[in-house]
């Protein structure tokens, strides 16, 4: 694993994602590991897209059509009569620290009646943060897990005004989770991103496979994601949104008001869309010579 990680720059995750061990040297070349996907990122993103990103108050504010929610930040004591306002709509909430990765630190909180600046206080205590309008998650995805928000992540490249879809996964939350991030025990399989259904088993970051659901027994392989073409249409819009923004990870969950944004990431980890052996290393390749043909030609 140390070797790996030197040689090739596998994180242990991905070691055990990909069951690197097990890989002959021309299985190994084709994985597209974290250390690549940043060094790609680097190329052909702009620096002040990483910045956007990671702020889930700002990338709001750029993409506030298509969430199709309420959503608030707050950063100081300043900000407590927009707290205030928002509970006055919303005494259901989802609350999310402001830079917080893989579902670190997220809760929900239903029917709350509590003093506003009792509540307010408790959650700036932790730093700044946003508190969002909960998703009424359509029947289709609650099929595989209820308890949690079943997303999907869309990867995309964009080249001038083409978009191109290169990869996608569907991950779940297990057990009494509200969260599906992998980092917090979430598990997540690969969609065929052309057709739009499951076609793999799941995963998890422990390496366990799964054929069916460990809690609702639904079976992956062939499940159909909802509207797979109207989600398709959405990451191609959202992508065409800021420039600069080459190579993103799109997350986006099914509610009852059909698609929606979740987050993006200019990074976004590889291994949910490429962690059962559908590897994109030379798919991204590829891309990346078009996209410096492209820029060459202008």
Excluded at 62 to 69: A, L, W
Excluded at 107 to 124: P, R
Aim: aromatic share 14%; hydrophobic share 35%; charged share 25%.
């Amino acid at each position: 694993m140390i070797y790996s990680l030197h040689r090739f720059g596998i994180n242990f995750t991905e070691y055990f994602v990909h069951k690197y061990y097990s890989l002959n040297a021309l299985g190994r070349d084709q994985i597209n590991n974290l250390r690549l996907q940043y060094g790609f990122c680097e190329l052909v993103n702009e620096p002040e897209v990483r910045e956007l990103f990671d702020n889930k108050g700002a990338t709001y504010e750029k993409f506030k059509p298509f969430y199709k929610r309420d959503l608030i930040t707050v950063n100081s004591i300043e900000d407590l009569h927009i707290f205030e306002s928002f509970l006055e709509q919303h005494n259901s909430f989802i609350y999310k620290p402001l830079k917080g990765v893989c579902g670190k630190g997220i809760k929900i909180y239903k029917d709350i009646y509590a003093d506003h600046k009792v509540l307010f206080d408790d959650f700036l205590k932790n730093g700044p943060y946003v508190i969002e309008e909960l998703i009424e998650q359509g029947e289709e995805m609650t099929l595989l897990h209820p308890e949690s928000i079943n997303t999907l992540r869309i990867a995309t490249f964009r080249i001038k005004d083409d978009v191109i879809i290169y990869g996608a996964a569907v991950r779940m939350g297990t057990g009494r989770s509200i969260v599906d991030n992998a980092g917090s025990g979430g598990i997540f399989c690969h969609v065929n991103h052309d057709y739009g259904f499951i076609d793999t088993n799941a995963k998890d970051y422990l390496n366990n496979t799964y054929v069916y659901h460990p809690d609702t027994a639904i079976r992956f392989i062939g499940f159909n994601i909802p509207q797979w073409e109207e989600a398709k249409e959405l990451v191609i819009s959202m992508a065409k949104i800021v420039n600069g923004a080459t190579v993103i990870s799109w997350d986006l969950a099914y509610s009852k008001k059909g698609w929606c944004m979740v987050e993006a990431n200019d990074v976004g980890g590889q291994n949910m869309i490429q962690g059962n052996g559908v590897y994109n290393k030379y798919i991204l390749h590829n891309l990346m010579d078009k996209y410096f043909d492209t820029c060459h030609d202008n």
